[in-house]
């Protein structure tokens, strides 16, 4: 009797190990977990001003429903903004909300994870240019001081065509005979 419950107890010890021994299962790259809270920010400081620029998004994802709060700079850091309307994909990849900031009329903001996750880029142009997007990391180190804010690049400016140049007029005539 007294083997048989060694026996058992070894090959206990045995499947223990092994389980603990296993490849863990991987989470998707590149997607938002179904529980817990993540914060996406570009918030840094003017280096002239000393004021915060960029944006902040928290997101709660508990069982019954998906929170978002959403700071945004407007000279000075704005108070939160408890988004109406979070909808995540299924597969957890895009999301978009729907924010009415003090003062201001009601807006979408939406999104898509990028960088296996690591980064939240916002549909919308940076510094107002469409080809660039706004790119908010994960923030995984929430005792790190913000950062210096980078300048806009300079806006492009198109050259015209020859054709679409207006005529000058310079006003005078000429006169025959001077």
Known sequence: MTRRV????????????????????????????????????????????????????????FAEVDTILYEYTAGGLSWPVVASDVNIDPRGQQLYFTVQPPDEDERTISGKLADGGKTLVLDGGYCGDEA??????????????????????????KKEKEEDKPLLDSGSTTTAGL
């Open 132 to 157: 660039v997007p706004m790119r908010l990391p994960l923030v995984t180190d929430f005792s790190r001081k913000a950062g210096v804010c980078r300048a806009c690049p300079a806006p492009k400016v």
């Open 6 to 61: 060694l026996f058992a107890g070894a090959l206990l010890l045995l499947a223990s190990c092994a389980v603990l021994a296993a490849p863990k299962a991987s989470k998707k790259p590149g997607v938002l977990p179904r529980y817990g809270m993540l914060v996406f920010s570009d918030l840094c400081i003017h280096a002239d001003s000393g004021e915060f620029g960029g944006q902040r998004i928290t997101l709660q994802r």
